[in-house]
Nanobody, 120 residues
Framework: VQLQASGGGLVQAGSSLTLSCTAS????????MGWFRQAPGKEREFVSC????????YYADSVKGRFTISRDNAKDMVFLQMNSLKPEDTAVYYC??????????????WGKGTQVTVSS
């Protein structure tokens, strides 16, 4: 499975960005898709994930109310709408695929990251 993320960039605090991730190389629709991020000098952390039908979404407390995850199964894509961005959202954002959620998200596949930089 290959995951290609895009949509990162340099924005000012308070701005919005939408990240996209396209999955390829598999013949099934994964149960979960999601996002993690890693800030400089910090460990990778969970951001959000979504179930197959989109009926359930999960978010880290730090992004609740500001970020929205969605997916398009026909295109095998997952999106992360990020609003009211803060400098502390600066990180490399990684797309993740399949796996399971049990208090945290444990994906089977990882994509290469896309850089999001939020200036104050």
């Amino acid at each position: 499975v290959q995951l290609q993320a895009s949509g990162g960039g340099l924005v000012q605090a308070g701005s919005s960005l939408t990240l996209s991730c396209t999955a390829s190389g598999r013949s099934f629709t994964s149960n979960f898709m999601g996002w993690f991020r890693q800030a400089p000098g910090k460990e990778r952390e969970f951001v959000s994930c979504i179930t197959l039908t989109g009926s359930r979404t999960y978010y880290a407390d730090s992004v609740k109310g500001r970020f929205t995850i969605s997916r398009d199964n026909a295109k095998d894509m997952v999106f992360l709408q990020m609003n009211s961005l803060k400098p502390e959202d600066t990180a490399v954002y990684y797309c993740a695929d399949d796996g399971y959620y049990s208090g945290n998200y444990y994906p089977d596949h990882w994509g290469k990251g896309t850089q999001v930089t939020v200036s104050s």
